[in-house]
């Protein structure tokens, strides 16, 4: 039996090999698919996060910007998830490990200590977002994908600038 085992084993590696060869964009394909999934989950996270922002922020600054998040964001999961299907990419029902453990930890905050770790949490989010579209951008096999990633940048960017500002104090204190 440990002789089969081994030999199904080869073969598997055999035509998984042969179908990188033959199929030279699957790899690519995938990391397009990752890309989209994780484009989904963030956008699940940042609409729940914008609801939490709305509800908790001190500022009136923080409470426009989670308004925002929540509406921006759930306009890109419909174009996203619009376009997952088609491409028969499964559709994600929730956020990452790692973004509700930072929900978890923001739920937990009032006052001005929630503005700082809300502006904070977004800061860091919408900088790992922007590198994540542009590399799609760059790098992405799937033209539609990468159109996508093009045609969202811009608000990712916009959502950026504003997190500085209200962290800079400069806006809605």
Same mark, same amino acid.
């Given at each position: 039996?440990?002789?089969?085992?081994?030999?199904?084993?080869?073969?598997? !590696?055999?035509?998984?090999?042969?179908?990188?060869?033959?199929?030279?964009?699957?790899?690519?394909?995938?990391?397009?698919?990752?890309?989209?999934?994780?484009?989904?989950?963030?956008?699940?996270?940042?609409?729940? !996060?914008?609801?939490?922002?709305?509800?908790?922020?001190?500022?009136?600054?923080?409470?426009?910007?989670?308004?925002?998040?929540?509406?921006?964001?759930?306009?890109? +999961?419909?174009?996203?998830?619009?376009?997952?299907?088609?491409?028969?990419?499964?559709?994600?029902?929730?956020?990452?490990?790692?973004?509700?453990?930072?929900?978890?930890?923001?739920?937990?905050?009032?006052?001005?200590?929630?503005? /700082?770790?809300?502006?904070?949490?977004?800061?860091?989010?919408?900088?790992?977002?922007?590198? /994540?579209?542009?590399?799609? +951008?760059?790098?992405?096999?799937?033209?539609?994908?990468?159109? !996508?990633?093009?045609?969202?940048?811009? /608000?990712?960017?916009?959502?950026?600038?504003?997190?500085?500002?209200?962290?800079?104090?400069?806006?809605?204190?």
């Amino acid at each position: 039996m440990n002789a089969m085992l081994k030999k199904l084993i080869a073969g598997v !590696l055999a035509a998984v090999g042969w179908l990188t060869l033959v199929l030279p964009g699957a790899a690519q394909q995938n990391e397009d698919a990752k890309f989209l999934m994780d484009a989904m989950r963030s956008d699940l996270a940042e609409m729940r !996060l914008g609801e939490l922002g709305t509800q908790r922020g001190q500022s009136e600054g923080v409470r426009h910007f989670g308004h925002m998040l929540s509406a921006d964001h759930g306009s890109s +999961m419909k174009d996203t998830s619009d376009l997952a299907k088609s491409l028969k990419v499964a559709v994600p029902t929730e956020a990452s490990a790692s973004d509700q453990k930072e929900y978890e930890s923001l739920v937990r905050l009032s006052g001005d200590e929630f503005d /700082k770790a809300f502006i904070d949490a977004m800061v860091k989010g919408h900088r790992d977002a922007i590198s /994540k579209f542009k590399k799609e +951008m760059e790098d992405g096999d799937d033209p539609e994908v990468a159109s !996508l990633a093009r045609e969202t940048l811009p /608000k990712l960017e916009e959502h950026l600038a504003m997190a500085l500002a209200l962290q800079a104090g400069k806006s809605g204190s």
